[in-house]
C-alpha cells in the first residue's frame, strides 16, 4: 500500500507545484520539488500532531477542513489545509506556514483562535515545520471554502485573542535539556509540541486558556464532559510506577497491562498515535514517566457514611451481575482487553466523571495494527438506574484496594446528558 | 467473535434477536452488506444515533464488516408478531401497499425490492420482519424527513417521500403483524430484479 499511496502523493505533490507556479509565480518558481523522504518525514510529523483529525469533516475530504468544533464561546469551524490556491493554504509559502505554527499568525497577519494548538507547535522546528508544509502541499488540493466561525457576543472580537495570547502564550521551540538523555528529550518534544497533550492534560481556565505552573495536571475537557487525567498525579494518568513498554503499548495500540485508553483519547490513539513508530511511543513513555510525581491524599467522600454502606452493598449485587463476567470477582481483569479495576488509577481520580461515564456509555478502545479487533464495553444506561450506576462506581472505587471516593446518583443522572460527539 | 460484540448485547439483544424496547432492531439475519453499510454509516455520522456513533467511532471498516458478517450468520427465532393497534382497514391498506404498492401515486411494493417473503436479499437489502411497528415508522420517517439517508441513488428517500403518515402508520402495523416465514435467511443476490437502482446493492 505505501508505495503506491507514495506515488499518489508524489504525483498529487507535481500536480499541486504545476497549480502553485501557475498562481503564485515567483514563491514557487524554481523552488526544488521535495524529495520522497521529506515528503515521508512531513507525513508522519502530520499524524504526530494529528493535523487529519480536526481538518478533516465527518465523511469529508482529506485535510480541507469545515468540522465544527464546539467550545464554550461558540463553534469553530476547522480550515482547508490542502493545497487549493483559493481555498487553501496553496499560495502559503514554508516561511509562512512556519510563521503560523511558531507564532499563531496567518500570513495576511491575522491572530488564529487558540483552538488552533500553536502554544504547542511554536515548539516545533523549522526542519519540521518545513517537512509538513511539504507533505501538505503534496496532497491533493480540495477546493472547498472555509465555513465563517460561529461564535458568541464579545468572543467573535478577533482582537481579544491579544489578550488571550498575553496571558496564556510563550512564544519558542524546543529547547532539549541537555540533563536528560537525548531518549527523553525527543519525547519532550513530541508531547510538548507536535503531540500537544497540554491542550486537554493541562486545566483549562474559564479564559479557556492553560496556564504553564499547571502543565499536565487534568481538568474536564470543555464542552465534552470527559475528565482529562493528571499526567503529572500517579494517582490519575501519572505513569511513574506503570513499565515504559505499558505506557508505550497503551499510546500506541490503545490498550495494556495496566488500562485501555477511551473516550477522547481513543481518537488521539487512532488517528495519530498507533502510526508513530515504536522508538518515539517510547520516547514519550519515558518522559511521561518522568513526569509522575508522588500527590496528595485521596479525596474524602461526599456522601454520608450511612449512605455509603447501603450504596455498596446495591454496589456489589450490580458488579456481581453485570461486571464480573469480564472485569473479574476482585476487579483483576483479563488485560490486556477486558482492564483490572483493581489499582486502576483512572478508576480511583478525584473526579469520578470518567468511571461513570463508561458505565453509562460503554465504549471500545480503538480498533488499531497492534490491537485491530478490540473488545467492547457494553453501555449500561439502558439498563441500570442512577441509584444502580452510583452503587457499582462507588463500589468499583472503594473495592479491592481502591481509594476513590463514592459518588452520588444526582452525578451519575447528570452525565447521562453528556454529549457522546 | 461473540465476546468482542458483547457491547451491542443490551439493545440488540446476545443473538441479535432484539430486545424489548421497540426502537432497537434486530439485526440477526440481515444481510451483511446491509449490516455493513449500517456500521459504516453510524461510524461516520451519515445515520445519527449517538450511541451507535459514538460506539463506532474509531473501529476499522474491515472490523466492521467481520461484525457485520457475523450478526448476518445468526438466526434466532423471530419474535412473536405484534398485536396491530390499527383498524382493520388501515391494516388492509397496510398489506395492499407492502404487496402491491400503489402505481398511481409511484409508490412500488415493498416486496418488489424486500423479496416475496420480506426476507431481504443479499447483499444489501435487510429483511423487514421481525421489527417492532414503532421502528419501522420510525425509520420510513427519518427516511420523508431526509435524517436517514443510504448511498445514492437512495431508492428509499424517493419511496418514503412519496407515502403519507397514514401509509406509515398502516404498513409498520401490518409488517409487524406478520408471522415468522419457514425461511427466514435472505435469499442470494440475483434472486430477483429490482424495479430500479440501489446505491446499497450491487447490480
Redesign the interface.
Known amino acids: 500500500m505505501t508505495g503506491l499511496r507514495h506515488l499518489a502523493l508524489r504525483v498529487a505533490g507535481v500536480i499541486a507545484a504545476t497549480l502553485l507556479a501557475g498562481v503564485a509565480g515567483a514563491q514557487t518558481n524554481g523552488a526544488p520539488k521535495p524529495d520522497a523522504a521529506i515528503l515521508a518525514k512531513g507525513e508522519y510529523l502530520a499524524r504526530a500532531g494529528d493535523c487529519i483529525a480536526c481538518h478533516t469533516a ?2 469529508g475530504r482529506t485535510f480541507a477542513g469545515g468540522r465544527p468544533m464546539p467550545t464554550p464561546f461558540g463553534t469553530l469551524f476547522t480550515s482547508n489545509i490542502t493545497p487549493d490556491p483559493e481555498t487553501g493554504i496553496g499560495r502559503w509559502t514554508a516561511d509562512q506556514f512556519y510563521q503560523m505554527m511558531h507564532t499563531g499568525r496567518s500570513p495576511d497577519g491575522g491572530l488564529l483562535y487558540p483552538a488552533m494548538p500553536f502554544g504547542s507547535y511554536t515548539k516545533v522546528t523549522r526542519a519540521d515545520s518545513d517537512a509538513i508544509y511539504a507533505f501538505l502541499m503534496s496532497v491533493p488540493a480540495i477546493r472547498q471554502p472555509n465555513r465563517p466561525h460561529d461564535l458568541k457576543f464579545p468572543y467573535n472580537n478577533r482582537q481579544l485573542i491579544l489578550g488571550w495570547r498575553t496571558l496564556f502564550f510563550r512564544e519558542g521551540e524546543f529547547k532539549p535539556d541537555p540533563s536528560q538523555s537525548a531518549e527523553w528529550n525527543r519525547g519532550a518534544y513530541l508531547v510538548e509540541g507536535l503531540g500537544h497533550c497540554g491542550m486537554c492534560h493541562t486545566p483549562i481556565n474559564a479564559l479557556g486558556g492553560n496556564t504553564e505552573s499547571q502543565a499536565f495536571q487534568g481538568g474536564l475537557i470543555p464542552m465534552q464532559n470527559w475528565y482529562a487525567p493528571s499526567l503529572t498525579s500517579n494517582r490519575e494518568a501519572g505513569v511513574g510506577d506503570w513499565t515504559i513498554e505499558e505506557i508505550s503499548d497503551l499510546l500506541r495500540t490503545g490498550v495494556s497491562k495496566r488500562g485501555a485508553v477511551y473516550g477522547p483519547m ?2 488521539v ?2 488517528n495519530s498515535l498507533q502510526y508513530l513508530t515504536a522508538e518515539d511511543t517510547r520516547a514519550m513513555a519515558v518522559y511521561l514517566k518522568s513526569l509522575g510525581q508522588e500527590t496528595p491524599p485521596p479525596a474524602v467522600s461526599s456522601v454520608p457514611g450511612s449512605e455509603s454502606s447501603l450504596l455498596l452493598s446495591l454496589g456489589k449485587t450490580v458488579y456481581d451481575q453485570h461486571c464480573a463476567a ?1 472485569h473479574g470477582a476482585q476487579g483483576q481483569g483479563k488485560p490486556p482487553h477486558y482492564p483490572p479495576l483493581a489499582d486502576n488509577q483512572s478508576i480511583q481520580m478525584s473526579s469520578a466523571v470518567n468511571a461513570i461515564r463508561m458505565v453509562l ?7 488499531t495494527a497492534g490491537n ?12 441500570l438506574s442512577d441509584n444502580e450506576v452510583a452503587a457499582v462506581v462507588t463500589y468499583i472505587r472503594t473495592s479491592w484496594g481502591n481509594r476513590g471516593a463514592a459518588v452520588a446518583a444526582a452525578e451519575a443522572n447528570q452525565l447521562r446528558s453528556a ?3 | 467473535m461473540a ?9 440488540h439483544g446476545a443473538q441479535g434477536e432484539g430486545t424489548r ?1 421497540p426502537y432497537f432492531p434486530r439485526l440477526a439475519g440481515k444481510p451483511s452488506g446491509y449490516l455493513y453499510n449500517q456500521l459504516i454509516a453510524f461510524r ?3 445515520r445519527r444515533y ?2 451507535m ?8 471498516p ?2 466492521l464488516k ?1 461484525m457485520a458478517d457475523y450478526f448476518a450468520s445468526l438466526n434466532p427465532p423471530l419474535p412473536p408478531p405484534s398485536v396491530p393497534a390499527v383498524a382493520e382497514d388501515a391494516l388492509n391498506a397496510g398489506r395492499t401497499l407492502v404487496t402491491q404498492g400503489d402505481a398511481t401515486r409511484s409508490i412500488p411494493a415493498c416486496t418488489s425490492c424486500h423479496g416475496p417473503n420480506l426476507t431481504g436479499m443479499e447483499p444489501g437489502i435487510p429483511g423487514l420482519l421481525g421489527l417492532r411497528p414503532n421502528y419501522i415508522s420510525a425509520q420510513l420517517g427519518a427516511w420523508r424527513y431526509g435524517t436517514r439517508t443510504a448511498l445514492s441513488p437512495d431508492c428509499m428517500q424517493v419511496v418514503a417521500g412519496h407515502l403519507t403518515e397514514a401509509d406509515v402508520t398502516a404498513i409498520a402495523a401490518w409488517l409487524s403483524s406478520r408471522p415468522a416465514p419457514a425461511e427466514r435467511r435472505s435469499v442470494p443476490q440475483g434472486t430477483y430484479a429490482l424495479p430500479f437502482a440501489c446505491g446499497s446493492q450491487p447490480q
Open positions: 465527518p465523511e481513543a481518537e490513539t487512532y469480564c456509555n460503554g465504549g471500545y478502545p480503538p480498533g485491530p479487533r478490540p473488545y467492547g464495553m457494553p453501555p449500561f444506561a439502558q439498563t454529549p457522546l460527539d | 465476546e468482542r460484540v458483547l457491547a451491542c448485547a443490551p439493545c424496547d461516520n455520522g451519515r449517538p450511541p456513533n459514538y460506539l463506532l467511532a474509531f473501529l476499522p474491515e472490523y467481520e
